[in-house]
């Protein structure tokens, strides 16, 4: 498998009502994006990450997103930043900081950052409680609800006696996982998914080798076996992974 390049598309959202300016609304779309993109797909603590590299935006346009865009506290949401590969998405979230360096005129960068629940995280929420046993499940269920996510369960059995959780809704559903001691995925958007310590997500193995993704050799660690592979939206906190090399075993 080779490199190859793919269409980039970004669409920036203003929050707020504010606008790009001279009728373009609060959307603006930019195709054949001239970028580089570094997506962290964390998922549980830290949810998705992305630094985004934008080259030949206008001036106009990246003041906007900039030093008049960048969330404050006395905004109530943050800007919004969704980016696909060859039409199939890779990233969407919240624009957590964005500044242009004009240190590097003529080629002159927008550089973001954003992260996924990013305006969650910093919306306030009510409490969490309730007497006796109550499945896990189920609180995570009810706390994604409140906020428009859907939910999966993939094994979780447990519960936790009268549990009572307070903060904002990502961090309540973080501390019911670690009450609990499970796996939480964040990343997604749409949806927040758990499943027992110790075990993958259950969903079918991505098989990286030479002729899937492989770029050079993996490399034993203490902590596992690192591999690198060219981009691969299919891989996932979680999912479990078929790894094929000439290294012996």
Not at 137 to 158: C, K, M, P, W
Request: aromatic letters at 8%.
């Amino acid at each position: 498998m080779s490199y190859r390049q793919r269409k980039i598309t970004v669409e920036f959202t203003l929050s707020d009502g504010r606008t790009f300016g001279n009728g373009q609304g609060n959307m603006l779309t930019i195709t054949d994006a001239s970028c580089f993109a570094s997506i962290a797909v964390y998922g549980g603590v830290a949810g998705t990450q992305i630094t985004l590299y934008i080259w030949g935006m206008s001036p106009a346009h990246m003041t906007n997103l900039s030093w008049r865009g960048v969330w404050r506290q006395e905004q109530s949401t943050a800007n919004k930043m969704r980016l696909w590969a060859d039409g199939r998405l890779i990233f969407e979230g919240d624009i957590t900081d964005a500044y242009a360096d004009y240190n590097q005129a003529p080629d002159i960068p927008l550089i973001l950052t954003g992260q996924i629940h990013f305006n969650l995280r910093n919306q306030p929420a009510a409490d969490f409680s309730a007497k006796g046993d109550v499945a896990v499940a189920d609180i995570i269920r009810a706390l994604a609800s409140t906020v428009g996510l859907g939910f999966e369960n993939q094994g979780v059995s447990r519960s936790l006696s009268d549990p009572h959780f307070s903060g904002n809704v990502v961090q309540q559903m973080l501390d019911v996982a670690s009450a609990a001691d499970i796996n939480i995925d964040l990343g997604n958007v749409e949806k927040v998914t758990i499943w027992p310590k110790g075990q993958n997500r259950n969903i079918p193995p991505v098989l990286i080798s030479p002729d899937h993704g492989l770029t050079g050799y993996p490399v034993y660690t203490m902590t596992g076996l690192s591999a690198t592979t060219i981009f691969c939206p299919d891989l996932f906190t979680g999912r479990p992974a078929h790894l094929e090399s000439s290294l012996p075993d």
